[in-house]
């Protein structure tokens, strides 16, 4: 941090570059494609199906099952591939954040399964993942509550900021990905590591919902932008 | 409430619930009716209520009707027990439940004595949906409906339809089924 501005170049509440676009596979039923500063985030969905093997279905409602994946190829050092202790912790908060928001009791026995693959990574891959997993949800129909959006905040140098890069992530002091139904502003996910004052991170909430509130009319035209030009059938 | 035909996302307020109460795609909260899927905003004046039509593709659930591909898993004296593996016309996988079943008085339109000679396990059989609650129900009745492709029971493999009865091309075993008119043409999207 130099005379408020951060190393990058950004303001503290300034986001990184976004860029979202939906339905971008074929064979899913629903699909998102995300850049987020250095992230790239691939999203799909399928289903509501059949949940397999069947003692895991539920007769009263559809369950979650998203699954956050890093490939090889996405950090500096290659990352060995298959889930570790980080990536099934993603997995299962994603998994609950978007519970929160899905009218899952529509499709009782079914699971609607959201595959997260992040393909470079760059800092706050999993508000980036939520995002991108929204989208996908929204463009497969399955009815929602809510657009669920992340976004994360944290401390650098004393100073609380918005959406961490990697560097910032690393040498800082404390960071808090929060994901929100911006409807509501219902907190739909926060996990914080590092350490922050009460008062900070009330600033760090407020700043990260702030935050959340700009990504999401980006999700919105990416879908708007998608399906406006688009008749009945 | 705002005005129809406006493409809206889940989230969107569409109305107060003075005005209309929650339709298709939307739901109700504190007083408000809000779209719960990406569509367009529409109203049904028969019920007052509003409705979202859809304008991305929608999860696949069984309808009453609907032409159904299937595989029977079991065939007890009166019943068939199948897995629906596909929905006429549909790309999407079903969203739920898949078992079905063909009672004896369902098969066809002659009467059957027996299921013997009609289906056997690992059939594929095209079937009409003719009730999904509690469970799901399919008849074959009507010559567009019965086995679309089937097994030996021999050798395991796929029988040829010779006039009204299958050959096995390997074994030259004959076996009897109730046959639909395009059995063997693998025509999964015919709807009926």
Sequence with gaps: MKDGIRIDGRKPDELRPIKIEAGVLYRADGSCYLEWGG???MAAVYGPREAMPRHIQDPTKAIV???YNMVPFSVEDRKRPGPDRR????????SEALEGVIFTELFPRATIDVCIEVLDAEAGTRCAGITAAAVALADAGIPMRDLPVACAAGKVDGTVVLDLTSDEDKEGDADLPIAIAPR???ILLMQMDGHMTPAEFDEAVELAIKG?????K???????NKYKTFEVE | MIEEGTTVLPGDKVAVSE?????????????EIIAAVVGKFRVNREEMSAEVEPLSSTPLLLHIGDTAIGEVKQVTEAMVILKIIHIAGKHRQVAGERDAAIHISNVSDEFVESLKGKYRIGDILRGKIIRVEPAIQMSTRGKEFGVIKAYCTNCRSPLVKKGEILECPSCG??????IADDYGAGDLDRVI
């Design chain 1, 39 to 41: 992230n790239k985030i």
């Design chain 1, 65 to 67: 099952n998203a699954r």
């Design chain 1, 87 to 94: 990536s099934v912790e993603i997995s299962k908060v994603t």
């Design chain 1, 184 to 186: 509501t502003e219902e």
């Design chain 1, 212 to 216: 959340c509130r700009e990504v999401s």
């Design chain 1, 218 to 224: 980006l999700q919105r035209e990416a879908l708007m």
């Design chain 2, 19 to 31: 005005e209309l109460k929650a339709g298709k795609s939307t739901y109700e909260e504190n007083g």
């Design chain 2, 173 to 178: 075993r004959v076996e009897e089924r109730k």
